[in-house]
């Protein structure tokens, strides 16, 4: 079998509901030169079973039953990988049919780049819309603050797999380990993103617990990473800006703002339409 030009990876975890969705919004590129590598974290429900449900050479699956987290299983799959490049996708979110092929395309032309992200659309558990959130296109904007965060969307990237291979996850920045990666590698890596909505993002609602954990955790990680590169500055700014997020957190829970619509831009209506084709074409 040639080798494949994209490797895809997607972790997972007890995905039952939603992987069959996620694994169909693959199979439906319009770029068809890839192989997906399907890791499995020690899932305790039928998700083995939805995963080999899929009769495709392309389709390989990983186990060992044991739940090592999503750090470990992507530089797993970094190791497994065939392809020149190396793309994210999680089990419960679905990519749009032209979502590999305009990333692959961007790459080919702009050589200098070595990552690639895409504007996302949330969706609830039921696919319904929520919003969006505005992209910066450019390394410069996206890394501008980086204690405020990169809005580069994890499950959209696309990279080369020469550079994930440099430029490892850390296990122990799980639930921030983009953001680790990002911040790690950001001043001497070339960033990007697409302003195009390429990917549906799975997530109903605010969880207090999970967004404050997520928030420590980036906390620990960039401000460990910017005290050992002396960037004191940068240090400090994370403090103080993680701070005022984590209360702001608690503020809205607080007062019931737990839905993302309030936080998000309202979706086009041709995205909406586009949308509402893409979650159609899965759902067979």
Not at 87 to 93: K, L, Q, Y
Not at 98 to 122: C, H, W
């Amino acid at each position: 079998m040639s080798s494949p030009l994209v490797t895809i990876a997607l972790p997972l975890y007890n995905a039952e509901t939603t992987l069959s969705v996620a694994v169909q919004s693959i199979l439906g590129q319009t770029w068809q030169n890839w192989e997906l590598l399907v890791m499995d974290d020690g899932s305790s429900d039928s998700s083995l079973t939805v995963a080999r449900s899929f009769n495709d050479p392309r389709i390989r699956i990983v186990t060992d039953g044991v739940n090592r987290g999503i750090g470990a299983r992507l530089n797993q799959a970094v190791d497994m990988a065939r392809g020149d490049y190396f793309a994210r996708m999680d089990a419960d979110d679905i990519s749009f049919p032209e979502r590999i092929e305009k990333q692959v395309r961007f790459m080919e032309s702009n050589p200098s780049v070595d990552l690639l992200a895409t504007g996302i659309l949330y969706i609830r558990n039921d696919d319904s819309p929520i919003g969006m959130i505005p992209v910066r296109t450019s390394h410069g904007e996206i890394c501008r603050a980086p204690w405020n965060g990169f809005y580069m969307p994890h499950p959209t990237w696309l990279g080369r797999l020469d550079w994930f291979r440099a430029n490892r996850y850390r296990s122990k920045a799980d639930k921030a380990e983009d953001q680790d990666l990002l911040f790690r590698t950001c001043q001497f890596s070339t960033f990007a993103c697409l302003d195009d909505v390429l990917l549906a993002y799975r997530q109903e609602r605010r969880l207090v617990g999970k967004m404050l954990n997520a928030r420590y955790v980036f906390f620990k990680a960039l401000t460990g990473e910017a005290l050992r590169q002396r960037r004191l500055g940068v240090a400090g700014r994370v403090v103080a800006i993680q701070i005022l997020k984590a209360a702001a957190d608690i503020l809205n829970i607080c007062f019931g703002v737990t839905r993302l619509r309030n936080t998000l831009l309202s979706a086009p209506p041709d995205l909406l339409e586009r949308w509402e084709q893409v979650r159609k074409s899965v759902r067979i």
